[in-house]
């Protein structure tokens, strides 16, 4: 894994413009620093390598093709990259100098070009190209989304680079905070591609191939690969065989990618909630390695918090080397200040806290680690996917006035209330029970399933209400564009999860966090055999009977007893509304003082101090929404 960044252009002493990019990502490839400038065409690569395959100086970053023609710089690993060398051993032997997949994809870009060498290969990547002969550079985004790659003009000089702090470091960076983007931000927790938060600047988009000729000012985009392609195709053949056939096949195509993506030449290990996702991949992980497998949790002393058992149990049952750590509300709290600097631009989901605290957890005893990211949208995990139909399907034909009068008793008391009635009347099963239900009563106007879906994803609805002058860009999200037509309305909302969601949150989090510590992570699910077959799975075998990833679910009951499994989702959340009231309180009320958010001229001061008066007294819960508030805050704070 690896740090990138570059220019095409022209600046004042290249080499030190270089060193600082890369010294701003340095976290991201502590071991090796290297350079290339070409000052006769105006461009420069900088890479920091942190060394996975092939640890000697074959490995070496920027790298250049046999002929010459092409260098390259590349974060990321390619999991079949041994076979592509096959492959292409086959059409002409060639004398390797290294055993790296770098390598192996110049050589490939040079028989075949880079985006049918991108289609051929699995993994996770973030490239940047440069073609001497036509002059071209290319920039190159994995499937979906894992690796981050930001481009754009700073001083009408073509940068990028796999975070903003490197771009910030190009010679007079003044580019000025984008307000639309900051409002998607606002109500989506992050920024999705291919905005940021900065003015010029936008993201490469996953399965996106972006060029630009020396002296151009105009790029030109291709998609080498298309989620929407793949859910099309795959409904137009689905898998037609028996459950058991169903539940063997998605072992075999799990097995797979575990297995290819257990090859490393530095420790190796995994994050286990105990949940179904990461239990999975630690169970088949265990099953191909001869040693036990490093996995890795963290607990909390809040009940309704700790996951921490449930793995233990789960790894002493596979037989792994399991490493747990207990972590206090102090070490939880010492890591919001350092989120804005982690998180590079403005990111509020909260979950960022425990992700950041278990990737430094494994960092002291490995370099990669895998993780069960991505089960949740591929077969059907969040709860969304049962209640949002019936939700939809109950309410929709409902009378005006009685949508309302339900919306009224559902904020008729706060989320604590809730909370406080429906755990005793559950026996503790469930959490966050008010939150959601207030969720439930924004999302009763709904007037379509796509609908539904935006105000469920949404953490504020109308961001115009929090802020100034800020009018959101349109998304994959809310656009006008139709996709995945020929899904029903559940499988829609799964795959608008994949290409929304799961990139801009999920793998955002799990990327800066890792990468901060200068950790690896791997997500088997994310395998493109994986993303296809699920594809193809009729939805009878993800969501059954109303138990969600029942395919997944059975895979798993094959290493695992199913009473180790079997409870409710918890997911990585953390007291946010309690330290609001309190540890924090201090804190957040030093960012959100009335007079700096003036004189800051972001926010609708009223509206946002009423929210926090409101939340402080305990009169209702905006903990979620005042997050959002609180780390732009921050993250301006320090930026």
Same mark, same amino acid.
């Given at each position: ?5 570059? &220019? ?36 420069? /690569? ?23 023609? /092409? ?11 041994? +076979? ?22 110049? %050589? ?31 920039? %190159?985004? =994995? ?5 981050? *790659? ?40 992050? *920024? ?8 010029? *600047? ?15 000012? #105009? @790029? ?8 929407? #392609? ?33 090859? !490393? ?17 630690? $169970? ?21 918090? =700790?996951?921490?058992?449930? $793995? ?19 070490? $939880? ?13 403005? /990111?509020? =989901? ?28 591929? @077969? ?6 049962? &209640? ?50 207030? #969720? ?20 504020? &609805?109308?961001?115009?209400d929090w802020l100034i002058n800020a009018k959101e860009y349109e998304t994959l999200l809310n656009d006008d564009t139709e996709r995945f037509e020929e899904l029903n309305s559940v499988e829609q909302m799964m795959a608008y999860d994949l290409i929304t969601y799961l990139p801009t949150d999920i793998l955002t989090k799990v990327d800066r %966090?890792?990468? !901060? ?13 994986? *993303? ?9 075998? #993800? ?29 990585? $959340? +953390? ?5 609001l009231r309190g540890p924090l309180k201090d804190w957040a009320e030093s960012l959100l003082d009335e007079k700096r958010l003036h004189q800051e001229g972001f926010f609708n001061v009223e509206f946002v101090r009423d929210k926090w008066l409101e939340h402080i007294s305990g009169k209702q819960n905006w903990s979620h929404q005042l997050w959002n508030v609180l780390m732009f805050q921050a993250w301006l704070e320090n930026n």
């Amino acid at each position: 894994m690896c740090g990138i960044a570059g &220019y095409l252009g022209s600046t004042p002493n290249p080499n030190i413009c270089l060193n600082k990019m890369a010294e701003a990502i340095n976290h991201r490839g502590p071991d090796n620093l290297g350079n290339w400038v070409d000052e006769s065409e105006g461009i420069g /690569f900088a890479h920091a390598r942190l060394s996975i395959l092939d640890l000697s100086s074959a490995g070496h970053q920027p790298m250049h093709s046999v002929s010459k023609n /092409f260098v390259m710089i590349f974060n990321g690993e390619i999991y079949n990259h041994l +076979v592509l060398r096959s492959e292409l051993d086959s059409i002409n032997q060639r004398n390797w100098y290294g055993h790296s997949d770098t390598e192996t994809l110049l %050589a490939a870009i040079e028989e075949w070009g880079l985006s049918r060498t991108l289609k051929k290969a699995k993994g996770m990547f973030a490239i940047a190209l440069w073609d001497k002969s036509n002059k071209n550079l290319s920039l %190159a985004c =994995d499937r979906v989304g894992e690796k981050p *790659i930001y481009y754009g003009w700073v001083n009408n000089q073509f940068v990028f680079a796999s975070e903003l702090k490197a771009i910030k470091k190009f010679p007079e960076f003044k580019n000025s905070i984008d307000r639309s983007s900051l409002a998607l931000f606002l109500r989506l927790n992050s *920024i999705p591609a291919p905005y940021s938060i900065y003015k010029d *600047i936008y993201k490469v988009e996953p399965g996106q191939i972006i060029s630009l000729e020396a002296g151009s000012k #105009k @790029f030109k985009k291709h998609n080498f690969w298309s989620i929407e #392609k793949v859910y099309n195709k795959g409904n137009m053949n689905q898998f037609s065989f028996s459950s058991s056939e169903a539940v063997n096949k998605l072992e075999n195509v799990l097995s797979n990618a575990v297995s290819s993506q257990m090859l !490393s030449d530095v420790p190796l290990g995994a994050f286990l909630s105990g949940g179904i996702d990461s239990s999975t991949v630690v $169970a088949l992980m265990q099953s191909f390695s001869d040693e036990k497998v490093n996995t890795f949790t963290i607990g909390f002393n809040a009940k309704e918090f =700790d996951e921490a058992k449930h $793995a233990g149990m789960v790894a002493k049952h596979l037989g792994t080397n399991h490493f747990e750590k207990y972590v206090t509300e102090d070490d $939880a709290l010492d890591v919001i200040p350092k989120i804005p600097y982690i998180y590079d631009e403005p /990111f509020a =989901d909260s979950s960022q806290i425990p992700t950041y605290l278990v990737s430094k957890f494994a960092k002291q005893k490995v370099t990669v680690a895998l993780s069960g990211d991505a089960g949740d949208e591929l @077969f059907g995990g969040y709860n969304r996917y049962i &209640y949002g139909k019936k939700m939809f399907n109950k309410v929709a034909k409902a009378p005006v006035f009685i949508k309302k009068l339900m919306s009224q008793t559902i904020l008729s008391m706060t989320e604590e209330k809730w909370d406080s009635i429906l755990r005793g009347l559950t026996n503790n099963r469930f959490t966050n029970v008010g939150h959601k239900l207030h #969720k439930v009563s924004n999302v009763l106007s709904s007037k379509s399933i796509r609908d539904l879906h935006f105000k469920l994803v949404s953490q504020i &609805y109308n961001p115009s209400d929090w802020l100034i002058n800020a009018k959101e860009y349109e998304t994959l999200l809310n656009d006008d564009t139709e996709r995945f037509e020929e899904l029903n309305s559940v499988e829609q909302m799964m795959a608008y999860d994949l290409i929304t969601y799961l990139p801009t949150d999920i793998l955002t989090k799990v990327d800066r %966090a890792a990468m !901060s510590v200068s950790l690896e992570t791997r997500i088997p699910f994310l395998d493109p055999e994986v *993303i296809e077959f699920s594809a193809s799975l009729p939805l009878e075998f #993800k969501i059954r009977n109303g138990v969600t990833k029942w395919a997944l679910r059975e895979v798993l009951y094959k290493h695992v007893p199913k009473d180790l499994i079997e409870r409710p989702k918890m997911g990585f $959340a +953390v007291p946010l509304a309690e330290w609001l009231r309190g540890p924090l309180k201090d804190w957040a009320e030093s960012l959100l003082d009335e007079k700096r958010l003036h004189q800051e001229g972001f926010f609708n001061v009223e509206f946002v101090r009423d929210k926090w008066l409101e939340h402080i007294s305990g009169k209702q819960n905006w903990s979620h929404q005042l997050w959002n508030v609180l780390m732009f805050q921050a993250w301006l704070e320090n930026n």
